[in-house]
């Protein structure tokens, strides 16, 4: 008979250790909210691995009071996958952020979410290397000034989610650091998924990048810059939600309409519509709000369960060494 998991609080998963983040830097936020949600999901303390690459998001480790692993630049998911097929009874967790996820880990990032490795992956977006004193990231907005780009970025930024959805991730999310109610909700369902959940957290960096999602932030003005999404309910923003996306069939693209008069036209999220998902996931700008919610769920056999049938066939087998040693083309030497 199983005992009763001991009841457990925030507390339980504070370490001792002081945390070293820039003051008003959004880690603070999204910290003390994964810290909340652990004792919710109901799961011993000691199943729970964080995996970090290089970078200020990768100190997270050492501020859970958990199991964990600050490993090196990138190579997070490498890691967590070895992690997760050695004891796939671990809830394993890969802390990254926009330049350690998709700049010198983007190949690692994305075979780890083709595979559907069972990973909970949190990537903290503030388009910028906070860390190594604000270059400009793979994420940075087009004319971004940084002490590599003193005149303004001229590469173009990529859409971690829509990365994401083409390298065949199976759950996409998006959220923002300070709503804890959202990126709690978010993370539940991230973690309830069968397959590798991707989330990505936009997060304030204060020192090289502050205000950036301001406009998604900021409670005076969120409301027209960002759309909550939810499957089975209309795609619908604004103060007095006025407006709405619809679908342009004609040119096949998004567009905003107002909501009264055009009630039929409003696009239903549908999380398992893949194309719908990959225009949610590149709105923004300023012709459209950003889309934060689970924008893609796919259900699909993930990597460790394969992994774990594939080893029970062989080991069904049971071939003897002397059987191996004897098979195929043999000879006796005299």
Known sequence: MNQALPTLTLKDFASDQEVRWCPGCGD???LKTIQKLMPDLETPKENQVFVSGIGCSSRFPYYMNTFGFHTIH???PAIATGVKLANPELDVWVITGDGDGFSIGGNHMMHVLRRNVNLQILLFNNEIYGLTKGQYSPT???GTRSPSSPTGSIDSPLSPCQVAMGSGGTFIARSIDTEAKHLTSVVKRGHAHDGAAFIEILQNCPIYNDGIFEQVKDKKIAADF???????????FGKEKEKGIALNREKLELEVIAVAGNEDSILIHNETNKIQAQMLAAMGGEDFPVAVGVLYQEEKSSFVSDTQSQLQQARDKQASLEALLNSGHTWNVD
């Open 226 to 236: 960002r759309v909550e999404v939810e499957h089975g309910e209309p795609i619908i």
């Open 140 to 142: 940075s907005q087009v």
């Open 74 to 76: 990138g190579r997070a």
């Open 28 to 30: 603070y936020a999204i």
